[in-house]
């Protein structure tokens, strides 16, 4: 059988980590590897790699995880401000294939970037191009919405 990830086995009290939160259907705990003090991970305890295929209970829990531990974090570290984000599919740089919501503490002068700055090579588009983009969207979120009913 093929080795659990490394995720999997933190929830299972198999690898160390510094949890700060669990409940039923979410975990969190500290980066091992923080952009800055008190960066903190909050993963499903469903092993699922990607947001779109996690279940609607287990998204649910984990906003609601987020939602709840954000102020206490920068409370806790004096932090300003946070930037929060998912690295979602290997393209998009995610190197543990185990969904998580990264909750970087921000701090002035800090000299980080904002989530915009993550993929810039890209000419702004015609309003006849972003029509078509938004159509395209809509049916698929259409069609999703069908294969759900
Ligand atoms: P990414 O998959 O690119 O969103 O990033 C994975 C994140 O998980 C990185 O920021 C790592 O530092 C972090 N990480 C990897 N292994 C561990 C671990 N054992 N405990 C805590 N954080 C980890
Ligand atoms: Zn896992």
């Known amino acids: 059988m093929e080795r659990p990830c490394i995720f999997c086995r933190i929830i299972r009290g198999d690898a160390p980590a510094h949890r700060v939160y669990e409940d039923e259907r979410v975990l969190a705990l500290l980066d091992i590897n923080p952009c800055s003090p008190g960066h903190t991970l909050i993963i499903p305890k469903a092993h699922v790699g990607r947001l779109e295929n996690l279940s609607e209970d287990d998204a649910i829990a984990l906003f609601l995880a987020l939602h709840r531990l954000t102020g206490s974090i920068q409370r806790a570290v004096e932090a300003p401000a946070t930037t929060i984000g998912i690295n979602n599919g290997p393209e998009s740089g995610q190197e543990v294939p185990h969904l998580h919501i990264h909750i970087i503490p921000r701090f002035k002068g800090d000299r980080g970037g904002v989530v ?34």
């Open 116 to 149: 915009q700055s993550v993929a810039r090579g890209y000419r702004r588009p015609s309003d006849e191009e972003m029509y078509k983009i938004a159509e395209r969207i809509r049916e698929a979120i259409k069609e999703a919405s069908k294969r759900r009913d």
